[in-house]
């Protein structure tokens, strides 16, 4: 259940007011590649990021945020190299030119500046955490470390591989999970630390990646509107059942590019996420409201209490009985 990340990413922004973006430097100096005073929430919601200067040219940022999206706006900055790492959560972009592109956990993408200059970042799920890295090839080039140095590596290779016209996404893989986790992991006074190892070891992976390994499911941001629509509309009626013939026919968007898009956006297939999506929703009412369980099965649209209690137990493996008297009992 997603309950449980929420409740941790709220614990990670307990001191942060709502409708405010915290933003921590963890640096002497201000001279940043990475541009991270020009976030905003719309809407409810808050966030925070923590950012570090890792070496000249390379800067890389925490994130945290709780919230239906958040806006950004920055100048275009075509010579910069922009990674996003999705730690939890769901987080995806309109960029430049009409594309959309979601990450689930544990996915990165890679892009130009330029394609996310002026644009918002939508939390499919309400929240995200994640980690981002701004290159800018140039000034590492003329600071590199030895490591790179002794590997031979050249950062406008890596620029001119994956700042193209269009993003590019490498899938969750365990390499990938490997090179993150110990920076999510480490305490505060250590981040620093291991950044300075962790991207190293990062860019010398990339050196080394073979087109096959990138991910190519792309979207117009058109589709991805209409799939927010539609799960608005899902969301907001859930004592109604609707056929993914009748929300095709309704959005005029192929069956097959609804299931397909939907499941990029929202992480599962439509009738997996919207049977989570109405457990969520009974687990509030039951634990917030004095509903009988029959009324709550109605409101989160199941005909009888049996099917509920069913449903209930297959997601949260506990009978709505059971759960209400967890809570009752606190």
């Not at 599962?268 to 109405?278: D, N, S, V």
């Not at 209690?309 to 967890?326: G, I, M, W």
């Amino acid at each position: 259940m997603k309950s449980d990340e929420c409740s941790r990413i709220e614990a990670l922004l307990h001191n942060v007011p709502d409708g405010e973006i915290a933003v921590a430097y963890h640096s002497a100096t201000r001279d940043f590649v990475l541009q991270t005073e020009q976030f905003f929430p719309q809407g409810a919601g808050k966030g925070q990021i923590d950012a570090y200067a890792v070496f000249p040219g390379v800067d890389a940022a925490y994130h945290v945020f709780s919230a239906p999206k958040v806006a950004f706006r920055h100048a275009p900055a075509p010579g910069v190299l922009e990674l996003f790492h999705c730690h939890s959560g769901r987080v995806g972009w309109n960029m430049r030119g009409g594309m959309a592109i979601y990450l689930g956990a544990e996915d990165m993408t890679m892009h130009s500046a330029t394609c996310c200059a002026d644009s918002a970042m939508m939390f499919p799920l309400g929240y995200v955490e994640g980690l981002s890295i701004s290159i800018d090839p140039q000034r590492l080039a003329a600071n590199l470390p030895e490591a790179l140095q002794e590997a031979n590596f050249q950062p406008q290779k890596l620029f001119t591989a994956f700042c193209q016209e269009k993003p590019v996404a490498l899938p969750a893989c365990p390499p990938l999970e490997g090179l993150f986790a110990p920076l999510y992991a480490a305490r505060p006074a250590l981040r620093k630390p291991y950044l300075q190892l962790k991207i190293q070891e990062l860019l010398l992976y990339l050196m080394e990646l073979k087109p096959e390994q990138l991910a190519t499911s792309r979207y117009s941001s058109q589709q991805a509107e209409w799939i927010k629509e539609i799960h608005q509309q899902l969301t907001e009626h859930l004592d109604q059942r609707f056929t993914i013939e009748a929300l095709a026919k309704q959005y005029l968007i192929n069956a097959s590019t609804l299931k397909e898009v939907f499941k990029a956006v929202y992480g599962l297939p439509i009738a997996t996420y919207m049977k989570e999506y109405r457990m969520r929703r009974a687990m509030k009412l039951l634990r917030e409201t004095d509903a009988s369980i029959a009324d709550i099965a109605a409101q989160v649209g199941y005909e009888t209490q049996g099917k509920f209690a069913q449903a209930f137990k297959d997601v949260v493996h506990a009978l709505p009985t059971e759960y209400r008297k967890q809570y009752v009992q606190r």
